[in-house]
């Protein structure tokens, strides 16, 4: 079985920079990609970036490149997310998840796994 822990969320201002992790557990990763997913209050949970544990170009969505930035560290099994320049509107829960297997796909669907997720407010 397959655990998912974000941690590193919080209240945070506008400007500001913050760094999620997300630990993974329960069985090898070596083979699957993981990504961050949020969702706002009243609104879908949107994709923001992926990364396969073997290596390899992360994958954006097209409006996050800027200030989002993906990685992982395989030897402790735990994947971050670094956002710069923070905004009202990231205000999001942010959900880590593991796909069903080695493609980092956009979709909820791709996904198999989740963790709970971790609240990150931005404030003006």
């Known amino acids: 079985q397959v655990q998912l822990v974000e941690s590193g969320g919080g209240l945070v201002h506008a400007g500001d920079s913050l760094s999620l992790s997300c630990a993974a557990s329960g069985r090898t990763f070596s083979t699957y990609a993981m990504a961050w997913f949020r969702q706002a209050p009243g609104k879908e949970r949107e994709f923001i970036a992926a990364i396969t544990w073997t290596g390899g170009t992360p994958y954006y969505r097209d409006s996050m490149q800027n200030r989002f930035t993906i990685s992982r560290d395989k030897g402790k099994n735990t994947m971050f997310l670094r956002v710069n320049s923070l905004k009202r509107e990231d205000t999001a829960i942010y959900y880590c998840?593991?796909?069903?297997?080695?493609?980092?796909?956009?979709?909820?669907?791709?996904?198999?796994?989740w963790g709970q997720g971790t609240q990150v407010t931005v404030s003006s």
């Open positions: 998840a593991k796909a069903r297997g080695g493609v980092a796909g956009s979709e909820s669907a791709d996904y198999d796994s």
